[in-house]
């Protein structure tokens, strides 16, 4: 394979088993690392390797961390949630929150895809592991129920409603979306949309919906989005991608039709490129003119890459 899909290859033991341990207990011990997040960015250094806090350096009265799991040299692993504190300079939001005890005054606070591609898989893994974690306790801090605040339970993973009457339990969640490949013969479909950079085109994608299997969603989105009629549908790989919480799941497919009618509210544009086009694209920010191929770090990235050079 060209590269290998990034996100993926999660290292830690997860220790289910270990989440039903009083979690002060379980993450107070001297083998501890904990990553924070704040507003969606993680901390890092001038190398641009992650920063983390040990178990004396976390907030406390804060919410406790998550617990992660372990991983093969004994360290336990967990993330906590920063956003609530203010930037350190109100005028720029982006800068990221004041001092924190454990984190050099230099770190910054990035998104995990400006600086993913450039990690161990392992370790953009744990990230992305600790990112949708994140994600997933700050939308559900009320019960979707009744709508009573919610409180943590086995390590972060579940919330329980604290009204006694409903005492509905949450558990971490991912919205399922197929992302695709439409090939015909020599050619592939690709699209892009508005907002993205200038130039990116990728493949297409969409959630899938209640009552539907893969397959019908798959076929779903193409027409819906670029009017093509699609007939085989090929599994190849799936994608954990908690931006914000999402697992892409990967096919080819392959068009029985080749008019495009593009969906303007859902794409600005698509259009067949030839296999031998596609080596010659750039890549986002490259500065040049010309057609760029989705970010390195994206199952849409590999779908097109297996396929350009594949055998046959």
Excluded at 58 to 77: K, M, Q, S
Excluded at 156 to 166: A, E, P, S, V, Y
Excluded at 219 to 248: D, H, K, N
Aim: hydrophobic share 40%.
């Amino acid at each position: 394979m060209p590269h290998a899909l990034h996100y993926t290859g999660q290292p830690l033991d997860r220790a289910d088993h270990l989440r039903e341990e009083d979690i002060r207990t379980l993450l107070s011990g001297e083998r501890l690392r904990v990553l924070p997040v704040w507003r969606g960015r993680h901390a890092v250094g001038p190398d641009r390797m992650p920063l983390w806090r040990t178990a004396a350096e976390t907030d406390a009265g804060a919410e406790a961390p998550v617990f992660l799991g372990r991983d093969a040299a004994g360290i336990t692993w967990a993330t906590e949630d920063l956003s609530a504190r203010p930037p350190a300079d109100p005028d720029d939001r982006d800068r990221g929150p004041g001092p924190l005890a454990g984190l050099e005054a230099s770190a910054q606070w990035l998104d995990l895809r400006s600086f993913g591609v450039t990690l161990p898989a392992a370790l953009a893994a744990t990230l992305a592991y600790a990112r949708g974690m994140i994600f997933w306790h700050a939308s559900h801090r009320f019960c979707g129920r009744c709508g009573a605040p919610t409180e943590v339970g086995r390590g972060g993973h579940i919330r329980l409603c604290t009204n006694t009457d409903c005492a509905a339990p949450s558990f971490p969640r991912t919205d399922p979306a197929v992302i695709m490949l439409v090939t015909a013969g020599e050619h592939c479909l690709l699209g892009r949309q508005a907002q993205w950079p200038e130039g990116m085109v990728s493949t297409l994608a969409g959630f899938v919906e209640p009552g539907e299997t893969l397959e019908e969603a798959v076929a779903r989105e193409v027409m819906e989005e670029a009017g093509i009629r699609v007939g085989a549908v090929t599994y190849r790989a799936s994608q954990p991608w908690p931006f914000p919480s999402s697992l892409m799941l990967g096919f080819w497919a392959t068009a029985e039709t080749t008019a495009i009618t593009v969906d303007e509210r859902e794409l600005a544009h698509a259009a067949w490129f030839r296999r031998d086009e596609l080596a010659a694209m750039g890549e986002v920010g490259d500065g040049a003119p010309g057609w760029k191929l989705p970010r390195r770090d994206s199952i849409s990235r590999w779908l097109i890459e297996t396929w350009r050079t594949r055998e046959g």
